[in-house]
């Protein structure tokens, strides 16, 4: 049970900011929201978490919405080593450390 | 080292062998993941230690895998009479604990029984 809802595939223009959905309508009010991302053949690396702020990074920029049911998650200038597989997650169990890891979202980057 | 380190980087078995595979943590934490992920699917959770307390197997998908980290550091992750639908990535993760620390991944063990 991955708790979240993902577009499987998306196409962004090089340059252009990439905005990546992802629903979690269930989400509790103490479970955080984590992207990680996957190219291929590599282990998932980390980009950003939030609770119910908006947060951002050097990498991304996190918008939760107010009812934390969403998130999107914005890369400002997307390059063509932005291509991969973004997992959007909700971090779930009793003490709250698994982290569930769903189809995600294959994003393509164009030149 | 800086990040977490698995090994081998590939491993090819026969089936019907054992196999074990080895997550060295970043130093000082405290929460230890592994996961696998099938050829073109997602990370599927298998086992999960947080410090002294009992681990968390409820992932693991049948009595031929087993792990054991000890000393709160190392791991190994141990697949008895291996067969075919084992082929996969094994990934370990660890993290410092609590719900607002990342993760930080491996680069996986491809295992191949042949």
């Known amino acids: 049970d991955a708790k979240t809802t993902q577009p499987t595939s998306m196409d962004c223009a090089e340059g252009r900011a990439a905005n990546l959905p992802c629903n979690h309508s269930t989400i509790s009010g103490n479970e955080y929201v984590y992207w990680y991302r996957q190219i291929h053949s590599q282990g998932p690396q980390y980009i950003i978490h939030g609770l119910k702020n908006n947060e951002t990074n050097e990498m991304a920029s996190l918008i939760i919405t107010e009812d934390r049911k969403s998130s999107t998650l914005i890369l400002p200038h997307a390059t063509l080593r932005d291509t991969a597989v973004y997992y959007c997650i909700v971090r779930v169990g009793n003490t709250g450390n698994q982290f569930y890891f769903g189809t995600g979202t294959s994003l393509t980057v164009i030149p | 080292g800086a990040g977490v380190s698995q090994s081998p980087s590939n491993k090819v078995t026969e089936k019907g062998k054992d196999v074990e595979l080895r997550c060295d943590p970043i130093s000082g934490h405290t929460a230890l993941y592994w996961y696998r992920q099938s050829l073109g699917q997602g990370l599927e959770f298998l086992i999960y230690?947080?410090?002294?307390?009992?681990?968390?197997k409820s992932g693991l998908p049948s009595d031929r895998f087993s792990a054991e980290r000890t000393g709160g550091s190392v791991s190994t992750l141990t697949i008895q009479r291996t067969q075919q639908e084992d082929s996969a990535v094994y990934l370990c993760?660890?993290?410092?604990?609590?719900?607002?620390?990342?993760?930080?991944f491996g680069q996986g063990t491809r295992l191949t029984v042949v």
């Open positions: 993760a660890s993290t410092k604990g609590g719900m607002n620390t990342e993760a930080f």
């Open positions: 230690f947080q410090g002294n307390s009992a681990p968390d």
